[in-house]
Every structure is written in structure tokens, then in C-alpha cells.
T-cell receptor, first 116, second 108 residues
Framework: NAGVMQNPRHLVRRRGQEARLRCSPM?????VYWYRQLPEEGLKFMVY????????ESGMPKERFSAEFPKEGPSILRIQQVVRGDSAAYFC??????????????FGDGTRLSIL | GQQVMQIPQYQHVQEGEDFTTYCNSS?????IQWYKQRPGGHPVFLIQ?????EVKKQKRLTFQFGEAKKNSSLHITATQTTDVGTYFC????????FGPGTRLSVLP
């Protein structure tokens, strides 16, 4: 019974490169959330997606960041032209219902992104 | 916009002492969830409270939802070293928002 799977666990990029973070939700879950966490800080909401739709992207920077959750395959968080300030842990979570349904969110192990 | 605050930010206790973290929202919440994140790990769902004044217990952990549904607390009785981690509350008002967390250290 696989949980939320994120890969890679660690990702190192140089400034200006692109970073692609993948998230496969728990089986049966169609709602995916992405969060960013800096060391010793809380979770900052970035984007909420349902299959093929972005429901809420209010926490995601307008430039360089994009997210998708295609009909087939994992959800992808894409960061273009990375900068040092993008270094953080990025967590994906999934739930069985939408964000109004009071369903708990199940988190993956995160991707720790380091920018050289 | 909706804000969720937690106090204290850090708490150091001796093993066996009690611990409480408080969660306060700027808006009325329809529900509140609590998560625990161990150092280097990912958040793990603990419990959800929905009703005004609701109290739930999980072994040594007691969770409470305020009467006005704007605050919540998590109390741990007789802490153990396995309780170390960051405890986050998350509430649904207009949006679903996580608090900044309370980091608990337990000294053996």
C-alpha cells in the first residue's frame, strides 16, 4: 500500500537550470497539494491540483514556477531558471477528497532542492 | 487574509514533563487538523477536530477545539523522547492554512 511517492529525494541544480519535482499521490487520491518548507520553518502552501486542473495556485510565484497534474502520470512541480533562494524542501501531499471535504492530507518524504 | 498562529515557537522539556501547544486562527474554522513532523521527516496526520468544544484523546495526547472554533490546543502528558518533533495545526477557514509549528525538544 504505497503512500505518496516523491522523487527525487535530493536534487542539486546550478543557478539558471531547471528543476522538476515529481509526486505520485496515494492510490485512489485525485487531489494533490505542493508545499515549500525552509529549514526550521513551517509549511508554505504553493498550489492545489486535481486531475488536469489547477484549483488554487495562490501560493505559487507567478514567474518561473509551474505545476501540472496530468490525466496520466505524476504531478510535476517545475521551477525554471532556479536561484539560490529556491533551495528548500518541497513536500507533496494528497487527499481522497477536495480541500473542503475535511480529508486528511498524506505527505510524501519531500524533495530537498539545493541550488549551487 | 486568514492567519493561523502557534505558540510557543520552541519548547524544551525534561522527559516526563507535560507539554502544550496552542493554535489560534484569525477567522472561524470549519475544522482543525494536527500534524507531527519528526526532524528530517515529513508531516504525518494526527487527528482532526470538527465540532465546537470537541476534545479527543490519543494515548498521552489530548486535542481540544475551542468553543468559538478559532483556537485549538494539543497537550502531551509525561513527554517521552519519541515525542520530539514539530507539531503543526492546520485549519480551514476561507482556505486551508498551516500554522508555523511548535518545535518540541525532550531532554532525557
Amino acid at each position: 500500500n504505497a503512500g505518496v511517492m516523491q522523487n527525487p529525494r535530493h536534487l542539486v541544480r546550478r543557478r539558471g537550470q531547471e528543476a522538476r519535482l515529481r509526486c505520485s499521490p496515494m492510490k485512489g487520491h485525485s487531489h494533490v497539494y505542493w508545499y515549500r518548507q525552509l529549514p526550521e520553518e513551517g509549511l508554505k502552501f504553493m498550489v492545489y491540483l486535481q486531475k488536469e486542473n489547477i484549483i488554487d495556485e495562490s501560493g505559487m510565484p507567478k514567474e518561473r514556477f509551474s505545476a501540472e497534474f496530468p490525466k496520466e502520470g505524476p504531478s510535476i512541480l517545475r521551477i525554471q531558471q532556479v536561484v539560490r533562494g529556491d533551495s528548500a524542501a518541497y513536500f507533496c501531499a494528497s487527499s481522497a477528497g477536495n480541500s473542503l471535504s475535511n480529508q486528511p492530507q498524506h505527505f510524501g518524504d519531500g524533495t530537498r532542492l539545493s541550488i549551487l | 487574509g486568514q492567519q493561523v498562529m502557534q505558540i510557543p515557537q520552541y519548547q524544551h522539556v525534561q522527559e516526563g514533563e507535560d507539554f502544550t501547544t496552542y493554535c489560534n486562527s484569525s477567522t472561524t474554522l470549519s475544522n482543525i487538523q494536527w500534524y507531527k513532523q519528526r526532524p528530517g521527516g515529513h508531516p504525518v496526520f494526527l487527528i482532526q477536530l470538527v465540532k465546537s468544544g470537541e476534545v479527543k484523546k490519543q494515548k498521552r495526547l489530548t486535542f481540544q477545539f475551542g468553543e468559538a472554533k478559532k483556537n485549538s490546543s494539543l497537550h502531551i502528558t509525561a513527554t517521552q523522547t519519541t515525542d520530539v518533533g514539530t507539531y503543526f495545526c492546520a485549519g480551514r477557514g476561507q482556505n486551508f492554512v498551516f500554522g508555523p509549528g511548535t518545535r518540541l525538544s525532550v531532554l532525557p
